[in-house]
């Protein structure tokens, strides 16, 4: 379904963004990772997923605009552009406001946010030059309601779900589409330091964190799954989704329709 098309995921090396990876692969796209983690384990995951794709890998710290521009230069000169762009690079801390490190604030709303505006700037002309295109902004449930201790991340991720309606608006009379996924828990490395923090706090055992964690905000009890989130970026990316557009999809287990 989609070949001849380059994704780029921002922050695939693991998680989410590694099983949006496989799921667009196993359609046929060619793919550009990014990330911090085991790059090449990744990119051997990204190739089994799909047959004869390209993989391509730029590790841009995506708090830092210009090595994001060198990365989008790459996508053009290596793949003629990026067709389907999911911003999905980011990171978490946990603290009241008062106690909050300033630095751990940039460095969430630069990496959760402010990333996904470089990305799309530089992505919408040659999207626009081809009248297609597809970004996924990859949200949270945060984007949508809030949790305490998590000022910057639920900033940020409100912040995203702005610019994906402001993307979509700009862009409505395109081929172009702008939309973003808002996950609940999923069992990523990034929830598992709060799991483990949770058990420590409390002196339980892991396996009770995550239980009490899933249950505290999810009313299915479940984790949602990389590959679940995989089918729903695919979905966005088809021809059946040319008219969502602006939308901020929850797949939280019911955490928000509380
Ligand atoms: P993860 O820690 O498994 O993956 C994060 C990815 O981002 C990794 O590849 C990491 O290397 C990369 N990354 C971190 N900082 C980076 C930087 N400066 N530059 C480039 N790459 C960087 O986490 P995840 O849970 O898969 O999270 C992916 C996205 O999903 C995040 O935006 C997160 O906020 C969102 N999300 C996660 C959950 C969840 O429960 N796990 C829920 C809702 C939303």
């Known amino acids: ?140 449930a945060h984007g949508l309601v809030a949790s305490a201790q998590k000022s910057a991340y639920v900033a940020a991720k409100h912040g995203i779900v702005g610019l994906t309606k402001v993307t979509a608006l700009e862009t409505a009379q395109t081929g172009i589409t702008a939309n973003a996924i808002c996950p609940g828990w999923v069992l990523t490395p990034l929830v598992q330091k709060q799991v483990d923090a949770r058990a420590e706090r409390e002196g339980i055992p892991v396996e009770q964190a995550k239980r009490e964690l899933v249950m505290e905000k999810q009313p299915s009890g479940q984790f949602v799954t990389p590959q679940e989130l995989g089918a729903l970026a695919v979905f966005l990316a088809s021809d059946a989704a040319a008219q969502v557009r602006g939308a901020a999809w929850n797949m939280d287990g019911g955490w928000v329709a509380q």
């Not at 963004?17 to 051997?44: H, M, S, T, V």
């Not at 999207?127 to 949200?139: D, L, V």
């Open 1 to 140: 379904m989609l070949k001849g098309k380059t994704a780029l995921v921002t922050g695939s090396t693991s998680g989410i963004g590694l099983g949006i990876a496989q799921a667009l692969a196993a359609q046929g796209a060619n793919l550009i990772l990014n990330g911090f983690g085991d790059a090449d384990g990744a990119r051997r995951e990204a190739e089994q997923a799909g047959n004869g794709i390209r993989v391509g890998y730029h590790g841009a710290d995506m708090s830092r605009p210009a090595e994001i521009e060198e990365m989008m230069r790459y996508a053009d000169s290596e793949f003629g552009g990026v067709d389907i762009l999911v911003n999905n690079a980011g990171i978490q801390h946990v603290a009241n406001i008062e106690d909050f490190p300033v630095e751990r604030w940039d460095a969430v709303i630069a990496i959760n946010l402010t990333s996904a505006f470089h990305t799309t700037r530089l992505a919408l002309p040659g999207m626009k030059q081809k009248n297609w295109g597809r970004i996924i902004n990859i949200a949270s």
